[in-house]
């Protein structure tokens, strides 16, 4: 390694860090102006973002290390068909910005797990909440590992303190600073987010075109295995229906059901703006799937015909990415500081967004409703829950050593999970003639099966078949680092492994076990509300679902005229901002007395 790769690295992480304590630091004099409430600042900014740093800030959240690390080993091992769920943001954004936007922003709320207290009941909305605290603190902490192992297979960093360094370093300035803070700093992340599959993809063409390159011909490429598989099986993951239709609910989560993601929308300063804010938010994240696709597919060139695991050189296949840096990369004086800073970035983007999100639900949903004099306090509550968060995920990405492949894990666990979620949402907005007992049952009975789905898999270790590789194109001066037998029980690995298990919803890949899920969720909420009679007991809240089916539902119930609606839904918005400014006049009044 050479020095100008640590220089170039730890300018650029120490920059990135440095800008994001610089919005932090900046924030406080926002804070004292007294012109908004504390906690609109910290978790809203005051509704005065503009609209394209939040959209930016919403792609940078979601583009975790996972993706820089992981996914590319996944598209070399298992085929490139996950570029297919990039197309589905843009088949499903109308359903976001038409139906579900204009609810939530309309009703003036901060967190989505407000409007779902709002629409049922607490017991529902703090039990989503667990969940969703649950499955964000994997995926952040899954994000810091990844981030660490990039670390410790190129500079032999130790992994406990490169875990340390990463997670407490976002957990710093998210603390001090909000989301302001998070939003602008995830906007400079994103572009060096974009530098690093950049320096692979062009270091991986500069060397195939080099005279007497060792690499696989590219004429007996199978691109249909590879990406255009499109038989219908439902226990296949690596196909096309998987990931365009199977991959729904955690794509209709990442428009606009994680909070994350719902918290930009929320504080968009008018509700055209939180529309294009989802709209410019879907295709950037298109936009960025290109070069981690491109990335993957560079690798694939260059290694499926000298397969560093058959060759002894990894152990995992979530070492492929970091060998190439070691091995190839590196040639080339500053690209490797450039990528491992792109890496970080990634992680500590993550890791901020994930936990100003998850403050932001404890404070409004949680603390706030059984405290009443949490407005005095705001801002100590929510640094002490950012501190208190970030080194729960950062202690949690520890395991993620015992997990198997980051990326599968990471698909795994987020898409089980979000389908309950996404139905529960549906529910809410969909279908004002649902309430909380059906919304309830209907949630429970999934997550409980997406739980038993999800670990039935992961004791099976079912794996989808890898793609062909061999060691025939090996150059002559390498050396073999593996025995025989070792190479033998590694290339029978790479065969399309046989399911022992009979029962047909076990064997379900876990993208469709996700899709019908969704709508499982959605048939036993509406199934349950029949059969309790809360579906004709006229306790509808229309003002809490969409217009379009509540005209539906009017039509064939009989319910309250459209101006009768309006009027309650006007009042409920009312209700909610007297709240807030009552909110601010005492948060206003505890910040004079202090």
């Not at 036993?524 to 509300?529: A, D, F, H, M």
């Amino acid at each position: 390694m050479n020095v100008l790769e640590y220089v170039l690295f730890g300018v650029l992480v120490l920059a990135n860090l440095s800008l994001g304590l610089w919005f932090s630091l900046r924030q406080k004099h926002c804070r004292q102006s007294g012109s908004n409430s504390a906690a609109v600042e910290v978790f809203l900014g005051s509704r005065t973002l503009m609209m394209l740093p939040l959209a930016a800030s919403t792609v940078a959240s979601i583009l975790s290390s996972t993706g820089l690390v992981a996914l590319p080993a996944h598209y070399y091992a298992y085929g490139w068909h996950v570029q297919w769920g990039a197309v589905t943001p843009l088949l499903l954004f109308p359903l976001a910005t038409r139906v579900f936007v204009p609810v939530i922003y309309d009703l003036g709320v901060t967190s989505i797990f407000e409007y779902i207290r709002m629409r049922f009941n607490s017991a529902i909305s703090f039990t989503a909440c667990a969940i969703y605290i649950f499955l964000t603190q994997s995926v952040g902490a899954i994000s810091i590992f990844a981030a660490s192992l990039a670390l410790e297979t190129v500079f032999h960093a130790p992994v406990l303190w490169c875990n340390i360094a990463i997670g407490l370093s976002g957990t710093v300035y998210t603390a001090l600073g909000g989301l302001r803070g998070v939003v602008w700093t995830d906007c400079v992340q994103l572009l060096m987010i974009l530098c690093a599959p950049t320096t692979i993809i062009a270091k991986v063409i500069i060397d195939f075109m080099l005279p007497g390159a060792a690499t696989h011909p590219l004429n007996d490429l199978d691109i249909r295995k590879y990406i255009a598989e499109y038989s219908l099986d439902f226990t296949s993951e690596e196909n096309v229906w998987s990931y365009i239709f199977g991959a729904a609910a955690p794509t209709m989560c990442r428009l606009c059901f994680d909070q994350v993601v719902a918290q930009r929308l929320l504080a968009s300063r008018t509700l055209k703006d939180a529309k294009r804010n989802a709209i410019t938010s879907s295709v950037l994240l298109f936009l960025v799937f290109v070069p981690l696709f491109s990335m993957g597919v560079a690798l694939t060139i260059w290694f499926r015909g000298c397969d560093p695991v058959l060759l002894g050189a990894v152990d995992r296949i979530d070492q492929i990415l970091p060998y190439y840096i070691t091995t190839h990369l590196v040639q080339v004086p500053g690209l490797v500081g450039i990528f491992l800073a792109g890496v970080v970035c990634a992680a500590t983007s993550t890791t901020s967004s994930t936990i100003n999100s998850q403050a932001a639900i404890l404070y409004v949903d949680v603390i706030a409703p059984r405290w009443k004099d949490s407005t005095r306090h705001v801002l100590l509550i929510t640094r002490c829950m950012a501190l208190g968060l970030g080194i729960t995920m950062t202690v949690y990405s520890m395991v993620c050593a015992y997990m198997g492949s980051l990326c599968r894990v990471f698909l795994m666990m987020y898409t089980c999970l979000t389908s309950p979620y996404v139905g529960l949402c549906l529910l809410a907005v969909l279908f004002p003639f649902v309430h909380s007992k059906g919304a309830g049952v209907g949630t429970i009975v999934t997550v409980i099966f997406q739980l038993w789905h999800i670990t039935n898999s992961m004791q099976k270790g079912r794996t989808p078949p890898k793609m062909p590789v061999s060691l025939d194109y090996c150059p002559a001066n390498v050396t073999f680092h593996t025995s025989t037998s070792k190479a033998f029980n590694i290339s029978r690995s790479f065969e399309a492994p046989g399911s022992e298990e009979s029962f047909y919803l076990l064997r379900m890949s876990y993208h469709w076990s996700s899709f019908f899920g969704v709508f499982a969720t959605i048939a036993i909420g509406v199934l349950v509300s029949a059969l309790t009679g809360e579906m004709w007991n006229k306790k509808e809240q229309p003002e809490l679902c969409s217009d379009l089916l509540v005209k539906i539902w009017r039509k064939r119930t009989h319910l309250r005229d459209g101006s009768e609606l309006e009027e309650k839904r006007t009042s409920k918005i009312d209700e909610h901002n007297s709240n807030a400014e009552t909110l601010d006049l005492l948060t206003v009044k505890a910040e004079s007395h202090v």
